[in-house]
């Protein structure tokens, strides 16, 4: 069974940083991609940030010079590093890996900004 589990939310106060964590374990098969995404009170999930296996990064606008994505491939495990949080990203943020032929899910983790 595949399991992908994600660690790092928290309570932090506007300006400052968290560090996200997510590692993905069991037959995965090959690992194509893997990402981010939150989802706010009221809001449709919205992707975050991806990465490909050959470190291809993507970021939403709101979030560009903010937040960096990065992997430890051997052991899948990707990372968010969050900077300069403002309370418009509070969100459950979710890790998505997208495995051959599979997407995978976590069950989030939740960030709170407050000013």
């Known amino acids: 069974q595949v399991q992908v589990v994600e660690s790092g939310g928290g309570l932090v106060q506007d300006g400052g940083s968290l560090r996200l964590s997510c590692v993905a374990s069991?037959?995965?098969?090959?690992?194509?991609?893997m990402g981010w995404y939150r989802q706010a009170p009221g809001k449709q999930r919205e992707l975050v940030a991806t990465?490909?296996?050959?470190?291809?990064?993507h970021y939403v606008d709101s979030v560009k010079g903010r937040f960096t994505i990065s992997t430890n491939n051997a052991k899948n495990t990707v990372y968010l590093q969050m900077n300069r949080l403002n309370p418009e990203d509070t969100a459950v943020y979710y890790c998505?890996?997208?495995?051959?032929?599979?997407?995978?899910w976590g069950k989030g983790t939740l960030v709170t900004v407050f000013s």
């Open positions: 990465i490909t296996r050959g470190g291809s990064t």
């Open positions: 998505n890996v997208d495995a051959t032929w599979t997407n995978y």
């Open positions: 069991g037959n995965l098969v090959s690992i194509q991609n």
